[in-house]
């Protein structure tokens, strides 16, 4: 545990950071989702800035608690959690990590994006299924169970699945 006296390396912060589940896909942490876009000190206290995956995202706030509390039992009594909208977050921010471990969850991880990503939600779209691997997948709906997610079927081992959505 870090003292408040003692100087803290933005490193560890990021590290501790690591430990922080988005509130909506428990299996990825907030910085392989890539929502945490930097790690500063100001004077005795830890600033993380972070952007949304959509400006609207309900999870921010619980977002911001968690990494708040995260940081305070690692010792740092000073923590503040500044939200900032541009750039806009993209999918390209994702670890490699987070996109495995999307995978392994059973979300099918975005694709790299296009120049016109709307094509990657189009009907005939190549989106693999998580759960058998098969690329015979079909769009059932533009949303899944969060506003960031598709919803597809897999037309071999006919099961469902959300698609996280590449932009």
Same mark, same amino acid.
């Given at each position: ?20 589940? /988005?509130? #909506? ?7 392989? &989702?890539?929502?945490?876009? /930097? ?35 690692? =010792? ?5 959690? #500044? ?19 999307? *995978? ?12 016109? $990503? ?12 998580? *759960?058998? =691997? ?5 769009? &059932?709906? *533009? ?6 997610? $598709?919803?597809? *079927?897999?037309?071999?081992?006919? #099961?469902?699945? /959300? ?5």
């Amino acid at each position: 545990m870090v003292t408040a006296a003692a100087p803290v390396a933005t490193e560890a912060v990021w590290h501790w950071l690591g430990d922080v589940p /988005d509130p #909506e896909i428990p299996v990825i942490s907030v910085v392989d &989702l890539g929502i945490v876009r /930097d790690v500063a000190m100001d004077g005795d206290t830890c600033v993380v800035t972070i952007t949304p995956t959509y400006s609207g995202c309900p999870a921010m706030t619980a977002i911001a608690a968690d990494i708040e509390r995260v940081l305070r039992a690692h =010792g740092l009594a000073r923590v503040r959690v #500044e939200r900032v909208l541009a750039p806009a977050w993209t999918t390209d921010w994702m670890t490699a990590a987070g996109r495995r471990a999307l *995978q392994a969850y059973g979300i099918a991880p975005p694709a790299a994006r296009a120049v016109d $990503a709307s094509a990657l939600l189009a009907p005939d779209a190549e989106v693999a299924c998580p *759960q058998c =691997g098969s690329a015979r997948t079909r769009l &059932l709906s *533009q949303f899944g169970s969060t506003s960031c997610k $598709a919803l597809y *079927q897999c037309a071999d081992c006919r #099961e469902p699945f /959300d698609y996280f959505k590449p932009h």
